[in-house]
C-alpha cells in the first residue's frame, strides 16, 4: 500500500491511498469464489457454476463491495502509519478502480489540533468562601416550614401575604379584554404575582365583598399593549386566607427523615445539606472561571467538524429548553453563526482539557469514582439501589468517569493557578453572586 499526505486549508488533510492490483483482485476474485459455492443459478448444480458466469452476474457488485471495505480498512491502517488524529469520519473517493489495475482513492478529512498547554500559574480565579451561620440555618428552617404551610380562611380585610381567591372583570375603555378577567383567581397579595395596583385594590378588602378600582399596568409588562394603560377593575372577593407554619415538632421532622434527636438533629441535617449544596455552588463558580481562563489563554486553530457538530448540539438544547417552556416555534431554523462563538468556546476548552488529560496523565481512578456514586446515592431513601443502577449502566458510568475526570482537570489547574479567597456568604454563593457581589 502506497500514501501520500497533503495538507489541504488550514487543518484539513488528504490521504491518496494506492491499494495494489494483486490485493484488490485478489480480494475480488476469493469473494466470487466463495459466491461461486454458494450461488445457486438454473441449469448448474449447487457448487458447479462457471466462475466465468459468477463474475458476468456479480462481478461489478462484488468489486464495489471489496473497494468499500479496503478503502476503510486502509484508511485505518494509512493515519495509523502516518501518525494522524483525524476528526470524525473522513470523505471518501475512488480515483482508480479499473479491472487489472491498481485500486486508488483520497480520503479527506481533517485532524486535531496540536495544543501546547500553557504556563497554568497565568490562570487566574476567585473563590469564594463562606462559614453557614446559625441564622442561616434560621433562614432555611422558616423556608422549609414555608413550604409545608397550610391556609385558613379569615374574616377580616385582605393583608400582604393573605391568599385572596376572587372573580374578576377589567376594562379598557369600557370594554373588556383579552386576559382581563378571570374565576376563582388564587394570588397572595405582595408576591409580585399581580401588578401593584391590583394589590392596592385588593387590599383590605373581605370575603363576600364587591368593589371597584383602576389599576395602571407597568410600562415594563409583558403584555405590550397593556403597558402604561389604565384599566378599572370590578371585584368580588370569595375567600381570604392567611398561612399557617407548621409547628417544628416530630411530625415536621419525621417528614424530613429525622425519626429521632428533635430539633438539633434537625437542624445537624439542615447545615450537612446545605453545606453540601453551598460547596457545590462555589466549586461550580470556580470551574466556570477556570474553564474560561483555560479558553482565553490558549488559541488554535478549531476542526470545523467540531464546531458544526457543537452547533447543532446547542441548537437541540435551545429548543428542548423553549419546548420545556411551551414554546413551538423551531429554533432550528435560527443560523448557525448565532451558535457559533459560543460552539467554538466550547470546542476550545474541551481540546484544552483532553490534552491537560493527556499530558498530566490524569484517570478517572475506580476509588473517585465509586465516592463520586456514592455521594451521588446519599440523599435517597434506598442509595444502594442508585449505586446498583450506575454500575448497571455503562453509559452512565461513562457520565460520572467523565465527571470525575474533568474534576481532577480543575484540581490539576487550581494548584498550579493564582487562587484569590474572597469571603462571602451562603446567600450569595448560592445564588452565584458572590464574587460579583465582591467586585462591586
Known amino acids: 500500500m502506497q500514501i501520500s499526505v497533503e495538507t489541504m486549508t488550514g487543518l484539513e488533510r488528504r490521504l491518496t491511498i494506492l491499494v495494489p492490483s494483486e490485493t484488490f483482485e485478489g480480494q475480488i476474485t476469493a469473494r466470487l469464489g466463495k459466491a461461486a459455492n454458494e450461488v445457486r443459478l438454473p441449469g448448474f448444480?449447487?457448487?458447479?457454476?462457471?466462475?466465468?458466469?459468477?463474475?458476468?452476474?456479480?462481478g461489478q457488485a462484488v468489486r464495489a463491495e471489496v473497494a468499500g471495505e479496503l478503502m476503510q480498512s486502509?484508511?485505518?491502517?494509512?493515519?495509523?502509519?502516518?501518525?494522524?488524529?483525524?476528526?470524525?469520519?473522513?470523505?471518501?473517493e475512488v480515483v482508480k478502480m479499473a479491472p487489472g489495475g491498481d485500486f486508488e482513492f483520497t480520503a479527506t478529512f481533517e485532524v486535531f489540533p496540536n495544543i501546547e498547554v500553557t504556563d497554568l500559574s497565568k490562570v487566574e480565579v476567585r473563590k469564594p468562601e463562606a462559614?453557614?451561620?446559625?441564622?442561616d440555618i434560621d433562614d432555611m428552617t422558616e423556608r422549609l416550614?414555608?413550604?409545608r404551610k397550610t391556609w385558613e380562611g379569615v374574616e377580616r380585610g385582605a393583608e400582604d401575604d393573605d391568599q385572596v381567591t376572587l372573580d374578576f372583570t377589567g376594562y379598557l375603555?369600557?370594554?373588556?379584554f383579552d386576559g382581563g378577567s378571570g374565576e376563582n383567581l388564587k394570588f397572595i397579595i405582595g408576591s409580585g404575582q399581580m401588578i401593584e395596583d391590583f394589590d392596592a385594590g385588593v387590599r383590605g378588602q373581605s370575603a363576600g365583598s364587591e368593589s371597584e378600582f383602576d389599576a395602571i399596568f407597568?410600562?415594563?409588562?409583558r403584555a405590550e399593549n397593556l403597558r402604561g394603560k389604565t384599566a378599572t377593575f370590578k371585584i368580588t372577593i370569595k375567600l381570604v386566607e392567611r398561612a399557617r407554619l407548621p409547628a417544628l415538632d416530630e411530625e415536621f421532622f419525621t417528614a424530613f427523615g429525622i425519626e429521632e434527636g428533635g430539633l438539633e438533629a434537625f437542624r445537624d441535617d439542615i447545615l450537612d445539606n446545605m453545606q453540601r449544596e453551598m460547596d457545590?455552588?462555589?466549586?461550580?463558580?470556580?470551574?466556570?472561571?477556570?474553564?474560561?481562563?483555560?479558553?482565553?489563554?490558549?488559541?488554535?486553530?478549531?476542526?470545523?467538524?467540531?464546531?458544526?457538530?457543537?452547533i447543532h448540539i446547542l441548537k437541540d438544547q435551545m429548543s428542548q429548553q423553549m419546548r420545556s417552556y411551551g414554546s413551538k416555534e423551531d429554533d432550528s431554523d435560527l443560523p448557525d453563526d448565532f451558535f457559533r462563538p459560543q460552539a467554538q468556546k466550547r470546542v476550545m476548552v474541551g481540546l484544552i482539557v483532553n490534552r491537560i488529560v493527556e499530558t498530566a496523565e490524569l484517570i478517572a481512578d475506580p476509588d473517585t469514582v465509586r465516592e463520586r456514586i456514592e455521594a451521588l446515592a446519599q440523599p435517597y431513601a434506598e442509595p444502594q439501589q442508585v449505586i446498583n443502577y450506575y454500575y448497571s449502566n455503562a453509559d452512565q458510568l461513562r457520565q460520572i468517569e467523565m465527571t470525575v475526570l474533568e474534576d481532577k482537570v480543575i484540581d490539576h489547574v487550581v494548584a498550579q493557578a493564582v487562587v484569590e479567597i474572597v469571603p462571602s456568604n451562603y446567600a450569595d454563593i448560592i445564588a452565584g453572586t458572590a464574587i460579583e457581589a465582591d467586585a462591586d
Do not use: C
Not at 281 to 309: C, F, I, T, W, Y
Open 45 to 58: 448444480r449447487p457448487g458447479k457454476v462457471p466462475m466465468k458466469e459468477v463474475r458476468r452476474r456479480y
Open 74 to 92: 486502509s484508511f485505518v491502517e494509512a493515519v495509523q502509519e502516518e501518525d494522524l488524529t483525524p476528526v470524525g469520519s473522513p470523505n471518501l
Open 131 to 135: 462559614e453557614i451561620t446559625a441564622e
Open 145 to 147: 416550614r414555608d413550604q
Open 173 to 176: 375603555d369600557g370594554e373588556t
Open 218 to 221: 407597568p410600562e415594563d409588562y
Open 280 to 310: 457545590a455552588a462555589a466549586r461550580n463558580q470556580l470551574k466556570s472561571q477556570v474553564m474560561d481562563r483555560l479558553g482565553e489563554l490558549h488559541d488554535a486553530q478549531l476542526p470545523n467538524a467540531l464546531v458544526h457538530r457543537e
